[in-house]
């Protein structure tokens, strides 16, 4: 049987939101295997949808620049938060954004060898570090391009904490590309609609939701009927389009944007640190207190 750490007990609350304990029992039960053990307390209804972005994070500041018809979205990684706030961090990340959008590289490598005022962005990462005395690092972009009758809408929350790029067609206006941006910001959608889910992940979903349902005690003969109504709730809720607009909850973002004019071409949202295994702190002692209780 593999062995259920306590770190990896810790990975799955942050997940799920569950107790230590029933984190435990479910790691046990699938012999570690974390996504089996996220199904599994979906399934008996203790965890919502886990969102694997979320379980850990790191430090640093996204930012977002255009030039003409097209535009960039960048990550550049600090060691602590406070290095977000260094006027000389902030500057490189700006800069950074605005050669990506200028100069559309097509890897990391291409865009590590961009020209900058001092050298190329990798010498300035390098320089950057020995200065600031953290490592420094560019994590990842974006380029994305539109015609001229479409609009960028950029947004950055809290400093650029988090980053959203949008693509309206059929209009100019980019207020209200920005509006759609700030709307992804916060509610986090993760497909424009729901042409572009996966069958493979609504397959997934089907299954934990069929199996929430038995679980409940539901006769056989309405589990499908529910199913069916749980999945397109399911999709409506990852689908930007289908969201209620933040600004007008009354419409969804499909309509305002119609409103306008204008439909959603595509967006893109950073959050710092998603996917990036911070320090770890002591877990250990927090789990071995419970168990001695």
């Given at each position: 049987m593999a062995q259920v750490t306590a770190k990896l007990v810790k990975e799955l609350r942050d997940m799920t939101g569950v107790g230590m304990m029933d984190a435990k029992k479910a790691l046990v039960e699938v012999e570690?295997?974390?996504?089996?053990?996220?199904d599994l307390l979906r399934e008996k209804g203790m965890a919502k949808a886990a969102k694997k972005n979320d379980r850990i994070a790191a430090e640093g500041l996204a930012s977002v620049a255009v030039h003409g018809n097209?535009?960039?979205?960048?990550?550049?990684?600090?060691?602590?938060?406070?290095?977000?706030?260094?006027?000389?961090f902030q500057n490189l990340v700006k800069e950074i954004a605005e050669l990506v959008a200028e100069h559309k590289p097509a890897d990391m490598d291409a865009a590590m060898e961009l020209k900058t005022s001092k050298g190329t962005i990798a010498e300035e990462l390098i320089e950057a570090t020995?200065?600031?005395?953290?490592?420094?690092?560019?994590?990842?972009?974006?380029?994305?391009?539109?015609?001229?009758?479409?609009?960028?809408?950029?947004?950055?929350?809290?400093?650029?904490?988090?980053?959203?790029?949008?693509?309206?067609?059929?209009?100019t206006d980019e207020e209200v590309a920005k509006d759609v941006a700030m709307h992804v910001a916060a509610i986090n959608p993760r497909y424009v609609n729901e042409s572009q889910i996966p069958q493979e992940e609504l397959d997934h979903e089907k299954a934990i939701l069929t199996e929430q349902a038995l679980n409940e005690g539901k006769p056989e003969k309405i589990v499908e009927k529910m199913v069916v109504g749980r999945l397109n709730k399911f999709k409506a809720e990852i689908?930007?389009?289908?969201?209620?607009?933040?600004?007008?909850?009354?419409?969804?973002?499909?309509?305002?944007?119609?409103?306008?004019?204008?439909?959603?071409?595509?967006?893109?949202?950073?959050?710092?640190?998603?996917?990036?295994?911070?320090?770890?702190?002591?877990?250990?002692?927090?789990?071995?207190?419970?168990?001695?209780?």
């Open positions: 570690g295997d974390i996504e089996k053990a996220v097209a535009a960039a979205i960048v990550e550049v990684n600090s060691e602590t938060d406070f290095v977000s706030k260094n006027e000389m020995q200065v600031i005395g953290e490592k420094i690092s560019f994590r990842r972009f974006k380029v994305l391009e539109k015609g001229d009758n479409a609009a960028f809408g950029g947004y950055l929350h809290m400093g650029g904490r988090i980053a959203v790029l949008t693509v309206l067609d059929g209009t689908s930007l389009v289908d969201q209620p607009f933040v600004k007008d909850p009354d419409m969804t973002v499909e309509k305002y944007v119609a409103s306008k004019g204008a439909s959603v071409e595509g967006f893109v949202r950073f959050e710092v640190g998603e996917g990036i295994e911070k320090r770890e702190d002591n877990f250990v002692e927090e789990v071995m207190s419970q168990v001695k209780k």
